[in-house]
C-alpha cells in the first residue's frame, strides 16, 4: 500500500515554464488537496477535490490549476511559473467516511523557481 | 472559520512532559480540534483530534477545555524525535457538490524543541 505518492521530489523550473506536479493515491480516498509551506507561512491550501469532476479552491489558488478526472490521481499544473511559487508543496487525501477521517500526506514536492 | 493561535516556539527536556497549548475562542460548535506534526523535511503527521472531551492515544494526550475555546497536546514523555513543528487545526466545514467535507487549514504551528 504505497498511500499517497507525489513526484517529482525535486524540480527547478525558469519564470514562465510550466509544469505539472503529479500526486496520486491508492487508498480510493475521495478527498485530494494541495498545500504549499513556506517558511514562517504554515501549511496554506491550494486546492482541493472532493470527488472526481469535483474541484474547490482553496487559500491560495492563484497561478495553479487542478483537474480530478480519476479518484487516483489529481495533479496540479503551473501554467507559467513564477519565482514566488517557490516553495515545497504537499498534496493530501482522505476517504468519504466522513469529517472525523484523517488526513494522509505526501511526501512533498520541492519547487524552485529560477 | 475558527482560527488558531499558538506559541511560535517551546522547549522540553527530553523525558519530561511536552504540553503544547492553543487558542481557538471562534470555534463552532461542530468543529473539531486537531493536532498534526511535521518532521524536518517530511509531510505532515496525524496525532489526535477531539471535539468535547479529552482523548488520549498511543502518541499523546489532548485536553479541551469545557468552553472549547482552547486546547492543550501532551507528549507524556518527549523524545529527541518529537521536535518538530506541531499545528493545532480546526476543521472548516464547506459544501462541494452537495456534500459536507472538513477541509483543514493550517497555521503556523509551534516549534517544540526537545532538548537532552
Known amino acids: 500500500n504505497a498511500g499517497v505518492t507525489q513526484t517529482p521530489k525535486f524540480q527547478v523550473l525558469k519564470t514562465g515554464q510550466s509544469m505539472t506536479l503529479q500526486c496520486a493515491q491508492d487508498?480510493?480516498?475521495?478527498?485530494m488537496s494541495w498545500y504549499r509551506q513556506d517558511p514562517g507561512m504554515g501549511l496554506r491550501l491550494i486546492h482541493y477535490?472532493?470527488?472526481?469532476?469535483?474541484?474547490d479552491q482553496g487559500e491560495v489558488p492563484n497561478g495553479y490549476n487542478v483537474s480530478r478526472s480519476t479518484t487516483e490521481d489529481f495533479p496540479l499544473r503551473l501554467l507559467s511559473a513564477a519565482p514566488s511559487q517557490t516553495s515545497v508543496y504537499f498534496c493530501?487525501?482522505?476517504?468519504?467516511?466522513?469529517?472525523?477521517?484523517?488526513?494522509?500526506f505526501g511526501n512533498g514536492t520541492r519547487l524552485t523557481v529560477t | 472559520d475558527a482560527k488558531t493561535t499558538q506559541p511560535t516556539s517551546m522547549d522540553c527536556a527530553e523525558g519530561r512532559a511536552a504540553n503544547l497549548p492553543c487558542n481557538h475562542s471562534?470555534?463552532?460548535?461542530?468543529?473539531?480540534v486537531y493536532w498534526y506534526r511535521q518532521i524536518h523535511s517530511q509531510g505532515p503527521q496525524y496525532i489526535i483530534h477531539?471535539?468535547?472531551n479529552n482523548e488520549t492515544n498511543e502518541m499523546a494526550s489532548l485536553i479541551i477545555t469545557e468552553d472549547r475555546k482552547s486546547s492543550t497536546l501532551i507528549l507524556p514523555h518527549a523524545t529527541l524525535r518529537d521536535t518538530a513543528v506541531y499545528y493545532c487545526?480546526?476543521?472548516?466545514?464547506?459544501?462541494?457538490?452537495?456534500?459536507?467535507?472538513?477541509?483543514?487549514?493550517f497555521g503556523q504551528g509551534s516549534i517544540l524543541t526537545v532538548h537532552p
Open positions: 477531539g471535539l468535547k
Open positions: 471562534t470555534i463552532s460548535g461542530n468543529e473539531y
Open positions: 487545526i480546526v476543521r472548516v466545514i464547506t459544501n462541494a457538490g452537495g456534500t459536507s467535507y472538513g477541509k483543514l487549514t
Open positions: 487508498m480510493n480516498h475521495e478527498y
Open positions: 477535490s472532493v470527488g472526481a469532476g469535483i474541484t
Open positions: 493530501a487525501s482522505k476517504n468519504h467516511g466522513g469529517l472525523r477521517t484523517l488526513l494522509h
